[in-house]
């Protein structure tokens, strides 16, 4: 936690920079009231990067427009029946919304649109008490209506209102919370948790892409470990995620095998150390993030107990690959993101096995082929994959990829491994058979392509000869 004078000095700094400065002498001079408010203010006492510019006003939409306009390199007000009016002047974008005392419906979480009078009225409607506090301009006076204050101080998340209320108006706030414990790394105050726990059906009413959105933010945090185990345990997961509470299976002493929900949190924690290490100056991937989470999704649809006490779960990477394909199209995930990482997850077993018996050239132009532009993702995940506490077996397996990446890189030095393709292409073929666009050309084009993959290149007049010779013996 930064020190309230740091904090401080940060908030001056940025009250005084531009836009905020001449934004603060345009609304006092058109007499109207504007402060700063939520995240910057609160990221500004958590010593975090001030990006987002949120502001409210006494102002109406209307008189924001004309205030902002003539000093705006652009505005927009697709918010403006909430209240909302963007604009962005120089390299700053800003929202400036005017206060609000909205009233909710119990069937829907969209509010009936009131604007407010007071600051502290429009504050005390918000999500949380850390959030809900403001720097009025130019005064630079502090507003703490609800004792946000004091909650960040103490990394407490509690809610400006009682939270059955405040969940009660808007369900999506679970989620908000769930997502800033993780994120802001807060203890949930216990009558937080127990609303949470005893109005988790209210999420019913929240739409699929809400959910979604606040399911991806929570694991684009640094550390969504913590989210993730609140969702469980709240019972919001059996709304958002009801595949990650059936991964608890149930362990017996005569059955043993790992506990499968504790080891899909550590493959996401593992691969998200990864993904920092081998791309340090990307952005988090929630395609690799999803795919970690539900890569043993299939588990309990294939757990089966054999005759010697052993636990099986074959064909769970196909099984689970269509569970999460089925989840993430209910959450209203692109096709795109969806396609990926079913892919990942069906593809995550295929490495094991290499560490007993290293594959030919062309498995390994196979498993590059097949993963296509997922390969680094699968890298990571596989890797992220071996959680075992056996030392002796985790640096065998480690090995081994590390062998298999090196050998990956080789060849694809040699053969330009990562556009696999035959010697001929489409038009080739049908020229050389006299064939016309049809089945045939495809069959011909596979039978190339498996050659290619088995023995490297062949160029262009072996391809020749063995395609008329396929083709002949086809008759």
Known sequence: ??????????????????????????????????????????????????????????????????????????????????????????????????????????????????????????????????????????????????????????????????????????????????????????????????????????????????????????????????GLELLVQTGLAEHVLPELPALRLEIDEHAHHKDVYEHSLTVLDQAIALEGERHPDAAPDAVLRLAALLHDIGKPATKKVEANGAVTFHHHDLVGAKLARKRLTALRFDKETIGAVSRLIELHLRFFGYADAPWTDSGVRRYVRDADELLERLHILTRADVTTRNRRKEARLRGAYDELEQRIAVLAEQEELAAIRPDLDGEQIMAILGLRPGPVVGEAYRFLLEARLDEGPLGAEEAERRLRAWHAERG
């Open 1 to 226: 936690m930064e020190s309230v004078a740091a904090a401080v000095t940060s908030l001056r700094e940025l009250a005084s920079a531009e836009p905020l400065a001449t934004l603060a002498a345009r609304f006092a001079a058109a007499g109207h009231e504007l402060a700063l408010v939520g995240g910057p203010v609160r990221d500004a006492f958590l010593g975090r990067p001030l990006n987002d510019l949120d502001l409210t006003t006494s102002a109406r939409p209307d008189d924001i427009v004309r205030i902002v306009r003539p000093v705006a390199d652009a505005h927009w007000d697709i918010g403006r029946a909430f209240g909302t009016i963007g604009a962005r002047l120089g390299d700053h974008t800003v929202e400036i919304t005017t206060y609000r005392s909205d009233a909710y419906s119990p069937e829907s979480r969209k509010p009936e649109v009131a604007f407010g009078d007071t600051l502290e009225g429009d504050l005390v409607r918000r999500d949380f008490t850390m959030n809900a506090l403001a720097l009025r301009l130019p005064s630079l006076t502090l507003v703490d209506p609800s004792g946000g204050l004091d909650d960040l101080f103490a990394r407490r998340l509690m809610t400006p209102t009682r939270p059955e209320q405040s969940f009660g108006d808007d369900p999506l706030r679970m989620l908000r919370a769930v997502r800033f414990a993780a994120q802001l790394d807060v203890d949930v105050d216990p009558a937080v948790l127990e609303a949470m726990v005893g109005m988790r059906d209210r999420l019913s009413i929240v739409s699929a892409e809400r959910i979604r959105d606040e399911l991806v933010k929570l694991l684009l945090t640094p550390a969504p470990r913590r």
